[in-house]
């Protein structure tokens, strides 16, 4: 395959029934004034409650424009966006039989704020067939495939109507190729969701309180003034007293059994739980420099 040649695009008024948006550049004023007009693959997950980072909430306050959602400009979004297109390239001279093209953004023929913006689609040269490939990268490896991806993926085979989905990731330097297969059971929690979604944007509902850092930052940007006033909580307050107790006691009994494990591991590094035949480990002892150890709770298998 040779690299300096630029991958070509597939852009059609319309594909399958979805009908072409326009054609932007990722993180352009135009993408993001497009973005604004619909659901797109990377808010699905959010909506989900699949996304570690950010919250239904928070995304439903940035889209009404009552916080700001200020670009993305970090490494990990640099690096990625500088590597999307040579690991697209370097998954086609792998798989010689898919055609791989860049795309733009396609809206849903029956549900118009259901959006799609693929890193590209790719087509088997043999049958005929189109897949959605989406690149990411990563820095730590992959024990399983992110939920928040494989329903991106998910979402834009609906909105495109294809049935095959492909994840392509470095993940941890460990190359990763993770198929997403059409789910119509998840398909339809999706569609819902994001049905719900869209008649909160539409009628300024909030989307409840789900407990996650990120819709109590959003809730402390809504109401960024003090003016001298009281407020009667009534039966909220008495919630607020008692979950604050039962925090204090958790955070008790937590540190007990952190200094217990501790105890139990001495000097080693690794705590290791077996259950049912599998072992995995649960905890680490990590310092800085020559400074005292702490303990890392590890709950992700």
């Known amino acids: 395959m040779n690299n300096s040649k630029e991958i070509p695009q597939h852009a059609p ?6 009908k072409l948006l326009g054609i932007h550049e ?3 004023t135009e993408w993001h004034a497009m973005r604004e007009t619909g659901i797109g693959g990377s808010e699905i997950g959010t909506i989900m409650g699949l ?11 940035k889209k009404t424009g009552q916080i700001p959602n200020p670009p993305v400009d970090n490494w990990s979004v ?11 390239r370097m998954w086609q001279e792998q798989n010689p039989r898919w055609e791989v093209f860049t795309t733009g953004t396609y809206q849903h023929k029956d549900l118009p704020y ?6 590209a689609l790719a087509r088997d040269t043999e049958t005929g067939d189109w897949m ?6 990563a820095r730590s490896p992959w024990t399983t495939t992110p939920p928040a991806y494989e329903a991106q993926v998910l979402h834009y085979m609906d909105v495109m109507q294809i049935n095959y989905g492909m ?4 993940a941890g330097w460990t190359w990763e190729e993770r198929p997403v297969d059409w789910d119509p059971w998840q398909l339809d929690a999706q569609r ?5 979604f869209w008649e909160h944007l539409q009628n300024q509902i909030k989307p409840g309180w789900d407990g996650s850092k990120a819709t109590y930052e959003a809730e402390r940007q809504l109401h960024p003034d003090i003016e001298d006033q009281e407020v009667e909580l009534g039966d909220l307050g008495l919630q607020l007293l008692d979950a604050q107790e039962q925090h204090e006691e958790a955070e008790k009994h937590l540190l007990a059994i952190k200094a217990e494990v501790l105890d139990t591991m001495g000097s080693a590094k690794h705590g290791l739980v077996t259950l049912d035949g599998e072992t995995r480990r649960v905890a680490a002892r990590q310092a800085r420099g020559q400074g005292t150890p702490w303990l890392v709770i590890k709950r992700d298998k």
Request: aromatic share 12%; glycine share 6%; no cysteine.
């Open 132 to 137: 959605i490939v989406e690149i990411k990268t």
């Open 167 to 170: 994840i392509v990731a470095v």
């Open 26 to 28: 990722t993180g352009t």
């Open 192 to 196: 819902e969701a994001a049905k719900r």
């Open 13 to 18: 008024e319309e594909f399958n029934g979805a």
């Open 78 to 88: 640099r690096f990625g966006k500088a590597f999307e297109e040579p690991i697209l």
């Open 114 to 119: 259901m959006h799609a913006n693929p890193d």
């Open 51 to 61: 996304n570690p980072w950010e919250s239904a909430f928070a995304l439903w306050a």
